[in-house]
């Protein structure tokens, strides 16, 4: 049984079809889920999987996971009519010049939302009971968000107990919808502006493997000519800078490991794919179709990833949930370190 760290990325909707792929990782395959880290969408499917893994275990994970994005659905009339709106002005952005409106010229509708359907499915007390564990008895869970007076990339964890329902509503602002949020003295937007997601404290849960759900794909098939596809592709560019730049350091890592000994060694990253064409407009809908079909993918496509891993030939046992880590864990190298090793 291997350990693994999960990393969700975020990205609207789109990240429907992490919330599918987590289902099918918590209900099948050999391994042990040691660290869960996410950046808005990606935040609250970490926030999910971590509190149900503690709470109830691996079927309760995919629980939550499913309903809240169940839940998150447009399904009476009023929602129906607003989401067709929503992404309607999304994909005319890209096609002619509309009115901007600042998010501090109107109540905040949105954010008021998100919290309620949260709340719904975390009890944000227990989540701080929680955290006071000893760190070798729950995963190590990461959200990521940036201080937007600084420019400081913050990865809130719960072994500092910094987990809040204000620091997931932090990682989810993306402006111009939500306004900034205020913790811990400073105030923060969507952490797609930073990490996304945070990876590089990863390997201090000593994971054998890193398991990255990509939204934001690496590559296009053309080239894009109108403004919405130049719109669309300067998204997925700016939504994968920081995820590179930190696989980057954990693979410089994973060369030298051998040279560098103890405590570094080899993590392993693999990923599974939102392998889509869906423009950025999609990220706002919350339509039943489209948020159905990307769980469904999701599971689809977690399932074709577990059965390609080089020991899906042994026995599929359920997910283990909440189990000890090894004491001291793995550490990372400091950056400060990587300019010294040889390219």
Not at 57 to 74: C, H, Q, S
Not at 79 to 106: C, D, F, I, K
Request: charged share 20%; with cysteine; proline share 6%.
């Amino acid at each position: 049984m291997s350990n693994v760290a999960i990393a969700c990325q975020g990205g609207g909707s789109h990240t429907a079809f992490t919330a599918g792929a987590l289902k099918c990782l918590l209900t099948k395959g050999d391994h042990r889920i040691v660290a869960l880290s996410g950046t808005s969408g990606g935040a609250i499917c970490a926030l999910l999987t971590w509190y149900g893994l503690q709470t109830g275990g691996p079927t309760e994970a995919a629980r939550l996971v499913d309903g809240f994005w169940k839940a998150n659905e447009a399904t009476t009339l009023i929602e129906q009519v607003a989401n067709t709106w929503m992404v309607s002005l999304a994909r005319l952005e890209g096609q002619v010049a509309l009115p901007v409106v600042s998010p501090y010229a109107y109540p905040e509708v949105a954010r008021r939302a998100l919290t309620d359907l949260l709340t719904r499915f975390v009890d944000f007390d227990r989540v701080a009971r929680l955290q006071e564990s000893p760190a070798d008895a729950q995963p190590l869970l990461l959200i990521g968000a940036v201080d937007v007076a600084t420019g400081a990339h913050r990865a809130f964890s719960n072994r500092r107990r910094e987990i809040t329902l204000n620091a997931v509503l932090a990682s989810a602002a993306v402006p111009p919808l939500f306004r900034a949020v205020h913790e811990d003295g400073s105030y923060f937007w969507d952490g797609l502006f930073s990490q996304n997601p945070p990876v590089r404290e990863l390997p201090d849960a000593g994971p054998d493997e890193i398991w990255v759900i990509r939204i934001n794909p690496l590559t296009t098939s053309r080239e894009p000519k109108t403004m919405a596809e130049i719109a669309d592709r300067r998204n997925e560019l700016s939504g994968n800078l920081s995820l590179e730049q930190e696989l980057y350091f954990i693979r410089k890592v994973n060369k030298w490991a051998g040279r560098l000994g103890a405590p570094y060694r080899h993590v392993e990253v693999r990923e599974i794919d939102l392998d889509l064409e869906l423009d950025h407009a999609s990220k706002v809908d919350r339509s039943p179709a489209f948020i159905g079909w990307l769980l469904d993918e999701g599971q689809k496509q977690a399932g074709r990833f577990l059965a390609a891993l080089p020991d899906a030939g042994l026995a599929a046992l359920p997910a283990a949930g909440l189990t000890a880590l090894p004491a001291g864990g793995t550490a990372a190298l400091p950056i400060e370190d990587l300019a010294a090793l040889p390219s």
